[in-house]
């Protein structure tokens, strides 16, 4: 396999000039950052749980509390593979320089790449095992829960090859549509969106039915999260940490459904969206160990894609895909902001990322459009790790934000 980092456009470095770039040193998971980032996110997800487990159905909190419980199972079997993967990978080449450490003797480690992969294949192991626990062979949730995991597994698969061979942008963003496809194809649910209560009134209609046209919604809408995780990314840690707090509220939003409802399809839907976000939370804090800063594995475009192909099928299959869009504020702002730059109306680098400056160690913001490089103009040059929390505090307040939408305008959808 040819280098990794020469088909990434790398300017010429130690490597290219036959000197032997030192690899990184084996990765060791590091916790405290993953403990703080964890309990800070699921705390009032649990706490939820804990207070409702009474109240609840007994068999679907049973499948809530396995679903948790595989999902810590997933959490440690990532922290025990990253390594074993890491070396592998790294003997095939598939590293990359830290581009935001570039100058410093940090910038000239290779780190190994696409560990997302490791993510990804947990992920997948531990929700086909979940099955085993939660549905009987004739459930009618089957058919959908497998559509789910064929479309993420595909992603995946996608997301790797994307990685090995350095797919060009445009038809990288297309990727997604081709594995929404299994989804497509099973989904038998309903075709119909809410209207906000505030236009029902110019509109003259509660809800609309796509038909079709919501299959189509449904693509977009694959298409849209997985690149948006992808393009707000290049920062240690911040293409899992916005992973993890988006999932986190995701998680929240289908508790307080369900402990709110005696509907049992409503429940069930929820449900459905928490057995898929468990498991991504637990996997992706393993990954996160040893991705915070300073990243001592890089994820690739296999997670990027990964993460986002599940938060948009947890959306899509638990019926909450207007709410998913807006735990995506700062991505969909990352997105509007980027768009001369994606559609080539302004020059676009391979990299859109700050410039590092060694001697400080700060990071500065450049012209490229992108909120990594508004951020840094708007507040300041700062550290790299500083950057990336400022990010995840603006992620978490859009989710704040939104819920004290829906508390505000009780009813906006229902
Ligand atoms: C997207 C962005 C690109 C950004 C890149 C970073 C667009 C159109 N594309 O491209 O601007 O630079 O993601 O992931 O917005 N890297 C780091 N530090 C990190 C993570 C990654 O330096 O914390 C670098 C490494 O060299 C790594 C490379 O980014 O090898 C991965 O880039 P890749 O995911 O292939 O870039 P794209 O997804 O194509
Ligand atoms: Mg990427």
Excluded at 84 to 95: G, I, P, S
Aim: with cysteine; aromatic share 14%.
């Amino acid at each position: 396999m040819a280098d990794v980092r020469r088909r990434r456009g790398f300017p010429a470095s130690a490597n290219d000039k036959g000197l032997a770039a030192p690899a990184a040193s084996p990765p060791t998971p590091r916790y405290t950052a993953t403990l703080i980032f964890g309990s800070v996110c699921l705390a009032a997800y649990i706490a939820l749980f804990a207070r409702h487990a009474r109240d609840l159905d007994a068999e679907l909190c049973r499948s809530i509390a396995i679903s948790f419980c595989m999902s810590v199972g997933a959490f440690f079997a990532v922290i025990r593979l990253v390594p074993v993967v890491a070396r592998y990978v790294l003997k095939r080449n598939m590293f990359g320089y830290d581009i935001n450490k570039k100058g410093s003797p940090a910038g000239s480690i290779q780190v190994p790449e696409s560990l997302g992969i490791v993510t990804g294949f947990v992920f997948v192991v531990v929700t086909i095992l979940f099955q085993i626990f939660c549905f009987s062979p004739d459930s009618a949730w089957l058919l959908e829960y497998n559509a789910a995991l064929t479309s993420i597994l595909f992603m995946i698969l996608l997301g790797f090859v994307d990685d090995v061979l350095d797919i060009p942008w445009r038809v990288k963003l297309l990727l997604p549509s081709f594995a929404a496809l299994p989804l497509l194809m099973a989904y038998a649910g309903h075709t119909t969106i809410v209207i906000p209560k505030p236009l029902r009134a110019y509109l003259e209609m509660e809800v609309l039915d796509l038909g079709v046209l919501y299959k189509v919604y449904m693509g977009l809408l694959a298409v849209f999260c997985t690149n948006a995780v992808n393009i707000l990314a290049g920062v240690n840690g911040l293409e899992v940490g916005q992973t993890l707090v988006i999932s986190s509220a995701i998680l929240i939003h289908n508790m307080m459904q369900i402990v709110s409802s005696s509907d049992a399809d409503y429940q069930q839907a929820h449900a459905f969206s928490i057995y898929l976000t468990q498991p991504l939370v637990g996997a992706s804090l393993g990954l996160l160990c040893y991705n915070w800063y300073p990243s001592s594995v890089f994820v690739g475009d296999t997670y990027t894609y990964f993460a986002g192909m599940t938060m948009a099928v947890a959306g899509i299959l638990g019926h909450f895909s207007e709410t998913l869009l807006l735990f995506f504020l700062p991505q969909i702002i990352n997105f509007v902001y980027s768009i001369p730059q994606l559609f080539k109306w302004v020059p676009c680098p391979r990299h859109r990322l700050p410039s590092f400056e060694p001697k400080t160690g700060l990071l500065t913001g450049s012209k490229d459009m992108n909120l990594v490089n508004l951020f840094l103009r708007w507040f300041g040059r700062c550290t790299e790790r500083q950057l990336c929390i400022r990010l995840l505090i603006f992620q978490g307040l859009c989710s704040g934000f939104c819920f004290l939408l829906r508390f505000l305008m009780a009813g906006w959808y229902k």
